[in-house]
């Protein structure tokens, strides 16, 4: 079902090129993914739903979800290490992720169907998507991209204000807008934040959570269908869930993991040969030889403080409902 980088692009390229609708998934690294027209996803039993581009049957019947996430030790060493490398400047921002062993007595295909989410998406056997972040869209030769930074529980007292009053997700949020503008600018001209700080409120089977993101968008060139794949590649890994400056922060992020990240926070699109929408894999489930395994994590800054960002990271698992 998966391929290599190279044939990604070419297909992407000549998909887009062609005004051909299709499919995309391609992981963390850059390295493997797949791109099938829609008739081939079907022929897959690959579920997907962006923004209700495509609607599947929500038959709702959500039932046990117990999580086992790794002990605060655990989580403490790996921060720690973040934290060094933060003093020492290599990283001011790192995006710190584990993986999280579910029990539940709902399959993948179940959760995926009993979700709701803006951009979703279930390959059997491997692993279901319940995204709320876009990566990029693009419309005409508009490129917008929304990235998510600044989480807290939305049934904390004025957790709205608490979230724009807090300086270590200002800094945070604000570090992710300017590496995004960044990336646009490297594929876009007339780039500028057209959004900033907005606050939207998401249902999860745990409670409600609100979270903050920016726009930032930019103009491509007339001629950018046949380069696509190029374009989208040129942008990974997604900046919200690596942290900068990029490259170096990746280094570090594959040092200091418990595991490689694979599919979880690549990216996910559908284009319908005119418009793309793409996302990035988060709020992710995987099927893995021992079970289902949901990935979480979150930004850590020299302000952060360890218990705050496991709490965070716990909170972030969940299944997005009605």
Do not use: W
């Not at 039993?45 to 609607?55: R, V």
């Not at 934290?83 to 029990?103: A, C, I, M, V, W």
């Amino acid at each position: 079902m998966f391929t290599g980088r190279t044939e990604i692009i070419d297909k992407i390229n000549h998909f887009s090129g062609c005004g051909m609708p299709f499919l995309f998934a391609v992981d963390f690294d850059g390295e493997t993914g797949f791109v099938f027209t829609p008739l081939e996803a079907r022929q897959r039993g690959i579920l997907y739903d962006f923004e209700s581009l495509s609607c599947e049957t929500r038959v709702m019947s959500f039932g046990r979800f117990d999580s086992f996430p790794v002990s605060f030790e655990t989580y403490s060493k790996a921060f720690n290490k973040v934290l060094y490398h933060l003093k020492r400047g290599d990283t001011y921002l790192l995006n710190l992720t584990f993986p999280t062993p579910l029990e539940t007595d709902l399959s993948m295909e179940a959760l995926y169907q009993d979700s709701h989410a803006r951009f979703k998406l279930f390959v059997p056997g491997h692993f279901a998507v319940f995204s709320p972040e876009p990566f990029v869209r693009i419309d005409g030769t508009g490129i917008y991209s929304c990235p998510m930074k600044g989480t807290i529980d939305a049934d904390l007292p004025d957790a709205r204000q608490r979230l724009l009053d807090d300086k270590k997700e200002f800094f945070e949020h604000n570090t992710i807008v300017d590496l995004i503008r960044n990336d646009l600018s490297m594929v876009s001209t007339q780039v500028s934040v057209t959004r900033f700080r907005y606050i939207e409120r998401l249902h999860t089977n745990r409670g409600d959570l609100l979270q903050m993101s920016s726009e930032i968008s930019g103009q491509l060139s007339p001629e950018y269908r046949s380069e696509l794949g190029d374009i989208l590649f040129s942008l990974l890994p997604a900046g919200s869930v690596t942290g900068a400056p990029k490259k170096r922060t990746v280094e570090i992020i594959r040092a200091v993991e418990t595991s490689p990240r694979g599919f979880y926070t690549g990216i996910f699109g559908y284009s319908d040969g005119i418009t793309l929408t793409s996302a990035v894999s988060i709020r992710f489930i995987e099927q893995t030889t021992d079970g289902l395994v949901f990935r979480s994590g979150g930004g850590i800054t020299a302000m952060s403080e360890a218990q705050s960002e496991y709490h965070e990271m716990i909170k972030k698992i969940y299944v997005p409902v009605f």
